[in-house]
C-alpha cells in the first residue's frame, strides 16, 4: 500500500476517533474552522445545509490528518534513508 493510502486510512480513523474521544485535540481542525466562520449561521442552515456543512469539516479533518500523517512519513524516510551519492 502506498504511503498516502496509508496516511489517509490513519486520517479517517483519528477522525472517527474524535467522535468518541473525550478530548477536543483529534477534530480541532474542524473546530477551527467552525468557529472561525460560523456566526450563529449553521443554526439557520436547512438540514441539508447542515448535512453538507458537516461532511465538509468531516473531508477537512481527514484531509487536515493525512496531510499531517504523510509530512511526518517524509520526513522520518528523509531522516532515516542513506545517501547513495559517491564519497
Known amino acids: 500500500m502506498s504511503?498516502?493510502?496509508l496516511s489517509s486510512l490513519a486520517g479517517l480513523a483519528?477522525?472517527?476517533?474524535a467522535w468518541?474521544?473525550?478530548?477536543?485535540w483529534p477534530a480541532w481542525p474542524s473546530i477551527f474552522v467552525f468557529d472561525t466562520f460560523?456566526?450563529?449561521g449553521?443554526?439557520?442552515?436547512?438540514?441539508?445545509?447542515?448535512?453538507i456543512v458537516t461532511i465538509l469539516l468531516?473531508?477537512?479533518n481527514v484531509f487536515v490528518w493525512a496531510a499531517i500523517?504523510?509530512?511526518?512519513?517524509?520526513?522520518?524516510?528523509?531522516?532515516t534513508s542513506r545517501r547513495t551519492g559517491s564519497p
Open 42 to 51: 449553521f443554526a439557520e442552515l436547512t438540514h441539508t445545509g447542515q448535512a
Open 3 to 5: 504511503r498516502g493510502f
Open 58 to 60: 468531516i473531508t477537512l
Open 14 to 17: 483519528i477522525t472517527i476517533y
Open 69 to 79: 500523517l504523510r509530512s511526518l512519513i517524509w520526513m522520518a524516510d528523509r531522516v
Open 38 to 40: 460560523d456566526h450563529g
Open 20 to 24: 468518541f474521544a473525550h478530548s477536543v
